[in-house]
């Protein structure tokens, strides 16, 4: 089975754009979630999503949303973009139940 | 409030020897706990998780309750054990499988030859 695959692999942007990052779970996985990874704050859960709906949110603010579609790929958006967001997002599938992550490689995005 | 501390940033052992990365927890429910390691250039990925009570690459880790920890134990240390090892807290909520994982800062092991 093909793993976990984010794109893209890297972002530049600059302050006050926005960004989507994309996740392909392994296949059969429905669950997927979020997170960021920062020297600072080390990995901090973002948000889950199974079957299209969210179903855990962590504690950031309104301005990082995701979504899931019907095939379980799931995006996630990032508006007004500050240069603290400057991270590595992480993306993980689980086939639910089993509760132990497949992680992708990793977004890292650049805020300037 | 869910919390796991991994007190030690680094750890550096000789080929051989005993390692322990200790792991401790506060949760105020049932706790699930995993380990996740990542090597040199290489995605996260899980090493073990507690309710499966195996072993994987020589590495073992109880859950003490008591204690409120999971430390990762290997009786002798590899090279290629070197890595990022993040221990990790699953607060599920009541709805099967609902994921949260809360992780720790994670421990730097080096194994010296």
């Known amino acids: 089975k093909a793993g976990v695959t984010q794109t893209p692999r890297y972002l530049i942007k600059t302050r006050g754009q926005q960004v989507t990052l994309s996740c392909s779970p392994i296949s059969g996985h429905r669950s997927v979630s979020w997170y960021q990874q920062t020297p600072g704050q080390g990995l901090q859960f973002l948000f889950e999503y199974f079957s299209e709906t969210q179903r855990n949110k962590g504690n950031f603010p309104g301005r990082f949303s995701g979504r899931q579609f019907s095939n379980s790929r799931s995006e996630m958006n990032v508006s007004t973009l500050e240069l603290g967001d400057s991270a590595l997002y992480l993306c993980a599938s689980s086939a639910g139940a089993a509760r132990s992550l497949h992680f992708g490689n990793g977004t890292r995005l650049t805020v300037t | 409030a869910q919390r796991v501390t991994q007190p030690e940033k680094l750890l550096s052992v000789f080929k051989g020897a005993p390692v322990e990365l200790k792991c401790n927890y506060s949760?105020?429910?049932?706790?699930?706990l995993f380990w996740y390691v990542q090597y040199s250039r290489q995605r996260l990925q899980l090493l073990l998780r507690?309710?499966s009570r195996e072993s994987i690459k020589g590495f073992t880790a109880d859950l003490n309750k008591g204690e409120t920890s999971f430390h990762l134990k290997k009786p002798f240390a590899q090279e290629e054990d070197s890595a990022m090892y993040y221990c990790?807290?699953?607060?599920?909520?009541?709805?099967?499988?609902?994921?949260?994982?809360?992780f720790g800062q994670g421990t730097r092991l080096t194994i010296n030859p």
């Open positions: 949760y105020s429910g049932s706790p699930e």
């Open positions: 507690h309710i």
């Open positions: 990790a807290l699953s607060c599920h909520r009541g709805d099967q499988g609902a994921q949260k994982l809360v």
